[in-house]
């Protein structure tokens, strides 16, 4: 992901409330951005982008934990711009997404309350009149697998239930199910290559011949232990490959 990346389309990524308001006065309070400059970038009043910062200043990130502002035409669409923005980006990403859904990721990535009443009346004045085709990559398309099972997760903690991620990203509810108990169990670790062959791989199973040198072993070193076995039946193969070689070769 690019650094450079806008805002509007950063925004998307975020999973946590505070981490939206931080990454709105972050140019101001790191780089001295101007409040004007950054006001523009997230397309947010001056005043709020002001405000976030200074709370940021006087009591770091905690000040960002609570009373979060709305924008100035709250009261015009129902919903603070950015909150408006993403339930229609939501309805036209997914169109059969339940309304207690939006509720639910909204809650997440902005920490706005609101009810899902209140979401199907703005949705029914504001309707996604065209469905445009989206950019949005699909579980087996990914090109690093960690990056495709992180997207899971992360859906689902935002909000998303289960079977929505799972017609989104084109991939089985069981897989879906599986990755989020992985993480639930593991955390990261749990989304790692973890690559094993099945128990009924053919290099899994033990041949006649193996197990017939392992009890001819047994038998002429009945009080060897089992690595001493293990050492005996390796110089065993070894051997006879390199016998079977000399016979090739002759």
Known sequence: M??????????????????????????????SQTVAERSEE?????????????????????????????????REIGYPEPVARYILYLKHLYPPIHYR?????????????????????????????????LKLVHFHDFEDAYEARWTVVRMYYEGWNMKSIADLLKVSRKHVADLIQAFEEDDFAGL????????????????????????????????AGRFRLHGIIELDIGENRTFNKKITTQ
């Open 192 to 223: 790692e290559d973890k690559r094993t062959r099945p128990v009924n791989h053919p290099d899994n199973q033990l041949t006649f011949p193996f197990m017939d040198r392992v009890f001819r072993a047994q038998l002429e070193y009945p009080d």
């Open 101 to 133: 859904e939006i509720v639910r990721i909204i809650g997440t990535k902005f920490g706005y309350r609101t009810n899902h009443h209140k979401v199907k009346r703005f949705l029914e004045r504001n309707p996604v009149t065209v469905q445009l085709e």
């Open 2 to 31: 690019k650094q450079e990346e806008a805002f509007s389309q950063l925004h998307l990524r975020f999973t946590d409330p505070i981490q939206f308001d931080y990454e709105v006065i972050r140019p101001v309070v790191l780089y």
């Open 42 to 74: 997230t397309e947010m009043p001056r005043t709020t982008v002001r405000e976030k910062a200074k709370r940021f200043v006087r009591e770091g990130m905690l000040g960002l934990a609570d009373k979060r502002l709305a924008g100035d035409n709250e």
